[in-house]
T-cell receptor
Framework: GENVEQHPSTLSVQEGDSAVIKCTYS??????FPWYKQELGKGPQLIID?????GEKKDQRIAVTLNKTAKHFSLHITETQPEDSAVYFC???????????FGSGTKLNVKP | EAGVAQSPRYKIIEKRQSVAFWCNPI?????LYWYQQILGQGPKLLIQ????????DSQLPKDRFSAERLKGVDSTLKIQPAKLEDSAVYLC???????????FGPGTRLTVT
């Protein structure tokens, strides 16, 4: 099955700086890559996703890039704010009824 | 639109006891998922339903875990008997067709002592 690795496990940045979280996947058949944000005591919430026919996608301060050849994808958050502090998870799916394989998570701390 | 509802939010039981979790997905969503999230890890899929049929239960420990979605709407996940390693957050998610975004509930935090 698919194996998704995520780095770093913790990331601390100053407010206004950029944050980058990286994931790699093993199954070349995976073609859908969502990113979820999980705040304390809540379930994960989708913040952005990308499909394998696209190399980059941007939504305001958040962007995701995908390198299919290298099997890695990254989340970029610019102009970070304290409310961005949370745990972020990447996932990969073969779109086979959307079976998601999640990374182990990155705890992002944005210091005011 | 109401989100995915789960209950209870917290549960503490002793090992070898049984426990059940309930999930009500977003109205009209055909696909329902149960995940186990151990502290410090990403969610791991336990079982996936399409309407009231099981699509994938390959990672469900069937000797102690069971789940049902009898009318294709709400679902129950049961653990019997519980072990210490079952301590985790159990997340329910739903999607409209299984090929799009999954919406997660707040989860049930289970502690087995």
């Amino acid at each position: 099955g698919e194996n998704v690795e995520q780095h770093p496990s913790t990331l601390s940045v100053q407010e206004g700086d950029s944050a980058v979280i990286k994931c790699t996947y093993s199954d070349s058949a995976s073609n859908y890559f969502p990113w979820y944000k999980q705040e304390l005591g809540k379930g994960p919430q989708l913040i952005i996703d990308i499909r394998s026919n696209v190399g980059e996608k941007k939504d305001q301060r958040i962007a995701v890039t995908l390198n299919k050849t290298a099997k890695h994808f990254s989340l970029h958050i610019t102009e970070t704010q304290p409310e961005d502090s949370a745990v972020y998870f990447c996932a990969a799916s073969e779109n086979n009824f959307n079976k998601f394989y999640f990374g182990s998570g990155t705890k992002l701390n944005v210091k005011p | 639109e109401a989100g995915v509802a789960q209950s209870p939010r917290y549960k503490i039981i002793e090992k070898r006891q049984s426990v059940a979790f309930w999930c009500n997905p977003i109205s009209g969503h055909a696909t329902l998922y149960w995940y186990q999230q151990i502290l410090g890890q990403g969610p791991k899929l336990l079982i996936q339903f399409q309407n009231n049929g099981v699509v994938d239960d390959s990672q469900l420990p069937k000797d102690r875990f069971s789940a049902e979605r009898l009318k294709g709407v709400d679902s129950t996940l049961k653990i019997q008997p519980a072990k210490l390693e079952d301590s985790a957050v159990y997340l329910c998610a739903s999607s409209s067709s299984g090929f799009d975004e999954q919406y997660f509930g707040p989860g049930t935090r289970l502690t087995v002592t």
